[in-house]
């Protein structure tokens, strides 16, 4: 299981000036082998936006039908966010919302990018690591911002969301979310 510490050695292990560009290369491999662990039979498929003009990349198993995790770099969107699109999602369990793994204000997408968030939880503590993401894309600072599932089960609602901001200098904002 990766833990804060793992992530501030794999940080640490890289040279600063690549920190951004290395991350989503050297994780990769150890989300999708962290969630082998516990769903030895998923089929993941790795969803890259970039031609669409986005900046983040989705893991997402199939079988499950679920998102394991988004990565990239935030950025300032060029248009406004589709809320009939998001009307149209499946709405959630009581107290839960439609929300976002990445923030549509920093080039979250619609569809993939949806996943069951306890409502206090996506209105709350949530929004403090967003919140220095979306201020970096803004400042044309380019950071390495992630929010990965973790799952207790076989449904479609993480029990946890780890959510974390590398910036440029190696230095992290790091928070676990219990979603239950």
């Keep these: ?22 991350l989503p290369d050297r994780l990769m491999p150890l989300w999708c082998d962290d969630y082998y662990d516990t769903n030895p039979r998923a089929d993941l498929l790795t969803v890259d936006l970039k031609d669409s ?31 009939g699109r998001q009307a149209g999602y499946p709405k959630p369990k ?38 220095l993401a979306q201020k970096n894309a803004l400042e ?12 207790n089960d076989a449904t479609e609602v993480p029990g946890m969301l780890e959510q974390c901001l590398v910036y440029p200098s190696g230095r992290m904002s790091y928070e676990l979310h219990r979603n239950y």
């Design 140 to 151: 044309n600072l380019k950071s390495f911002y992630f929010v990965r599932a973790l799952y």
């Design 53 to 83: 003009g986005a900046t983040f990349t989705y893991l997402f198993d199939l079988g499950l039908q679920r998102i394991v995790v988004a990565c990239g770099v935030p950025i300032v969107p060029e248009h406004g966010r589709d809320y």
């Design 1 to 22: 299981m990766l833990t804060l510490k793992s992530y501030e050695d794999i940080v640490a292990s890289i040279p600063v000036r690549e920190v951004v560009s290395s």
């Design 94 to 131: 009581q107290r839960f919302v439609k929300g976002h793994l990445i923030a549509h204000s920093m080039g979250g997408g619609m569809d993939i990018n949806f996943v069951p968030q306890l409502g206090s939880m996506n209105g709350g503590a949530f929004r403090k690591i967003e919140k």
